[in-house]
Structures are given as C-alpha cells and as structure tokens.
C-alpha cells in the first residue's frame, strides 16, 4: 500500500510549501504476480510440434541378406533434381511461386540400351489438382493401388465416425506394412543439385501415398549415364557442377 509521510524539516519560513514523501509498497503486487503465473501455467494447454510424420520403414520377418534386395517388377527408382537460373539461384514457378524440383525415374531395372522409349521419365512435384492426384504423387499412387485402396476405405470410415482416430491409425499402418498386397519399393537418389527442400518433398509424398518400403541412396554411374542421355535427346542441361 502507498504511504504518504509527511517531513517536518525543523523551522519552516512562513508560508513555505510542505514536502511529503510517498512510499510505496510493491510487495502485494509481487505476490499478485506470482499467483497470476502459477494460474496461466496450471490452466494453459502445451501446443504439440508440428512435424513431418514418416511411414519408415520395417525389416520385421526380413532375413537379412535380403534387406538390401527388391524384386524387379516391384523397385521404382527416383532421381530428384532441381533446376537453377543463371543467377545460381533455384528457379521458381510463377504460377505457383514454388521452387521447381525435376523427378526422373524408372521402373524395375535400368534401361541401359536405351531401347525402351521409357528408360527415363521425367515428372514434378504437382500433388492434387481438382482433388485428384498429379504428377508424381498419381505415379507413386498407382503404384501402390492396392494398399491406398484400402487407406481411402478406412479413412472414409473415420470420416462416418465409424472406427475411432486411434483404431484408423493403427489399421493404416497395418494396411501399408501388409505383405499380401502388391506393394512398391521406392529408392530414392538426391543428385548433386538438389536442395533440402526437394527431398522433404519426396518424402512426404512416401507418407501421402502409404509407401512403407523405401530407402535413400546417392545416384549411381548407371544413373548418370541416364541422365547424360536423357539430356541430349531433350537439349536440358541436368549433369552439372555442383552449385550449392
């Protein structure tokens, strides 16, 4: 509480103004303080991270000589690249204001004769359109129609509030880990030019199309002379000196 005193000051000319003195106590205040944080503290609600949740994968029931081994018609490999203007900076589209990330991949194994008009496909991060999926999330989606076939039934349950949040987490990640559905094994390849941003990509598509079996690897000389190739026939420079 605020105190006022009054100094006396010994004699005083007649008519001189009177000095006071106010005190004040801040104690109540400190006490107010510590109460009003122990309050906020008790009744406030922590907000959980928002992070990137990945579908890794498992080598459960796997022997081991096998861990590293897919079979043909179920490897997919992509190659991730972005493109860079000739300021050395990533180039961005101006539709969308995105950073453009190249993808170019191949099923099963490497077409080195070049003979099949396929050896090398190229694609982008497009993601949904229209509410239907393009790019190479509708590749990766094809791929893996059985389980996401699946997915979409259980999520629709979920939306009905027939199965709890809790039963559809547990049921998707049973589904995208079953061994009797048609499943691919995605490998994925940064090339040298590929920012961070390009591979959060990637690898969110992993999550979004329910891909279990996956795994990153540097790009191989067998995908270098892809590359190579791939760029004479379509005039694009994609082999370049490493500019980041």
């Known amino acids: 509480m605020a105190q006022i005193e009054q100094s006396d000051g010994g ?4 008519g001189a103004q009177k000095k006071m003195q106010i005190h004040v106590d801040f104690t109540p205040m400190v006490d107010m303080n510590m109460l009003l944080i122990t309050f906020f503290m008790l009744c406030t609600t922590m907000i ?5 949740k990945i579908v890794l994968p ?11 081994q897919a079979k043909a018609s179920e490897a997919f490999t992509i190659i991730l690249d972005t493109e ?15 950073t453009i990330h190249n993808i170019y991949y191949y099923e099963g194994i490497a077409d080195t004769t070049f003979q099949s008009p396929k050896y090398l496909t190229k694609e982008q991060f ?11 999330r509708k590749i990766l989606r094809d791929k893996n129609k ?3 076939a699946e997915y979409d039934d259980l999520k629709t349950k979920w939306k009905n509030k027939e ?14 880990s079953d061994s009797l559905k048609t499943r691919p094994v995605v490998v994925i390849k940064p090339g040298p030019n590929t920012t961070y941003e390009g ?19 540097l790009p191989s000389h067998t995908d270098t002379v892809l590359l190579e190739h791939y760029a004479q026939q379509h005039g694009e420079t994609i082999i370049r000196p490493t500019i980041r």
Do not use: C, W
């Open 58 to 68: 498992t080598n459960e029931e796997v022997k081991k000589e096998q861990q590293n």
């Open 126 to 136: 497009i993601g949904n359109v229209n509410h239907q999926a393009q790019g190479i």
């Open 163 to 176: 199965i709890t949040k809790e039963q559809f987490d547990e049921l998707a990640k049973k589904n995208s």
């Open 199 to 217: 591979l959060i990509n990637a690898l969110d598509e992993m999550n979004i199309n329910q891909i279990s079996r996956y795994s990153i690897e």
């Open 11 to 14: 004699k005083k000319k007649k």
């Open 146 to 148: 059985e389980v996401m």
């Open 84 to 98: 860079y203007g000739d300021d050395n900076n990533p180039k961005v589209d101006p539709e969308t204001g995105k």
């Open 48 to 52: 959980k991270s928002q992070t990137l």
